[in-house]
């Protein structure tokens, strides 16, 4: 049972015990975003390895703090460890945070992402497009109802977190946080965070680095994101395109002083409808 | 059949439709190469995807603008993904590009290289070593005849292009485009281009966002490479090392104006000798 | 036979070799590492290329002037052709450098290291606990009498390198090289530079780039490690978070001038204990 925060959440909290506690954050992650998030997460002060080889990578994962697993250039060896390390992960009582990286584009990842649910993931974080796939897929192709797409992504999440109990995050220009009862949504960011590859992914490392201790899942995930989304909106004063964002994203994130976050004043909770 | 434009091409009105567009472009690329090339492609205004799993590389090929392939880092499982999406890219229509890494190096790339000329690239980019390895082994090892190596690489690059009826582009200092009929150098970019990694590599996923929607592959190869020269060019005005220089070359194809682009001076088109 | 360099090492003299050769460095690396690697040796003056595939791998590295072997992110098809090239390498009179990364984390890393240590690399290269669970495994587990982590790890390095006939480098806040009779310890750097991912392994890139015609691989593998402190230490008095860090080193790479490196104070040479 994990406590059901309703006040606001204090991602300076948050991000101060990520800092004392500087995870180790396994990842299978696509080869894209390896090393990017790995920058991310040493910015932050966790500490990250990838390992993918199904020779160690559950007997890693039993070793590390938290696991992430993104399908996002996928192949038959690694899906096999990413399941095998999702398994030792949860049996160490390990969180483990899943990034379906276009899992409705082709029947593989439409696979892929049945079976990694299969493995109970503590958080899955994607775009509306993917949230909505994965929800689509599990719940048997009904989908949902809204024509809406912030409406209908936020109906699949919720649904997807009752029927898996994960905490779902749909992140966007506006991201959304849900574990089926409770609902967060948390604007920041920047709009160049789209034109740098992999910050989406990297972010799946953030979470699972704010998950470890966590007595809350939602409420760090949260925190994740708020952290991120400032870091965001700073590194945007600075910037004159996405090459020059990139490397100020880094210097925010290190620089983050959880004293200023303490005053982010875009974090709202509430029940989910 | 493609129009055969000869007179000059207006690059803006390339990179105009290009970033109206925001084409998916799917590249089975090398592993040095993947991050930066998807930077490249979401700077420019593309969107890039990575997927090399036979399980689904070609069903993805058919669902993306246009494709690009490039064996820098090749093992037999990428090899055969690379064949079916190329196939795939092919009966669906869609342009795709060849980058030949290092294909004179061992026997293994000398097989891949013919093995993927057989596929019917749309483009092939390499630089003049590439291009001359490339054309002396599909033409039963006579080779050029010219002993001046910028005139042995344009021999080759019409040669190579007449065979597969392929555009053929060489960069270098001077690029050179041709497609067997006509020929353009562009000039442009900086010499600290070739001190960062895989600037060529994300050139060839550039080339085939142009590609899409494009009536006359020569022309918007041109035009690609010309556009790229000049971020390479304005990028070179501020940086003091590669570093800085790859970060200030992102900026720039952000920032790639089209209207200053009709006025670049070193754009010509003559017929090919 | 080497010549065994007791005088203090001229690093600029090795930087000026390295700089006018450009030699070519063949890497089979981690994925995370791969792109930094090669902008790190780019920037340097060298040539990198990473190639891994059992089908080339050994042809490959007996056509570079060097290589390098990092087991980050190891799997059984990339550890077949790490073995090979080293064999190659071995045979052709090439240098090659072992980047043994956390060796100790699980049973298939520890067994990857003694396949590798038996390939008898030229150097090798790794953190203090990477160093010191290399020589524990070989001992046959007795390990080190040292309780103080740095003088732990300095005798483990030169028992390691009396044992493999390697030099053996020890990089952290002050690094360490030895042969098993002299001991050299370099110091430099900056705070941020473990914040930056897979700088180490880029590293040892720079190490093999250093070795290419040297005489005394020591003498080398000293100047190498005393160029990137340098490197560190200038890229920090600009830098802001790891962001700019990154981006302000490889710049720095880049501009290290050999006759400034004659100044540097910081490198010692002394006879092992």
Redesign the interface.
Known sequence: MTTATRGPIDSAAHLARLRKRAPLIHNIT???A???M??VL??LGAS??????R??AA??AA?ADALTINI??????WLDAMEEAAEAAQLAGRPWVLDPV?VG?????REAGQRLLECRPTVIRGNASEILALERQGSGGRGVDSSDPIEAAEEAAISLARRTAAVVAVTGEIDLVTDGRRLARISGGHPLM?????LGCALTGVVAAFLVDAEDPFAATTAALACYGEAGRRAGTTA?????F??????????LDHDQLVTLPTLEVSDAP
């Not at 990139?246 to 620089?255: C, Q, R, S, T």
């Open positions: 696509n080869l894209v390896m090393n990017p790995a920058n040493l910015a990250p390895a990838m390992v993918h080889a020779e160690e007997e890693f070793l996002g250039t996928l192949s038959p060896h276009a584009a082709t029947r593989y990842r789209p034109r740098v590859t992999t004159t395109g996405p090459g020059s990139a490397v100020a994203f880094l210097d925010a994130l290190y620089a």
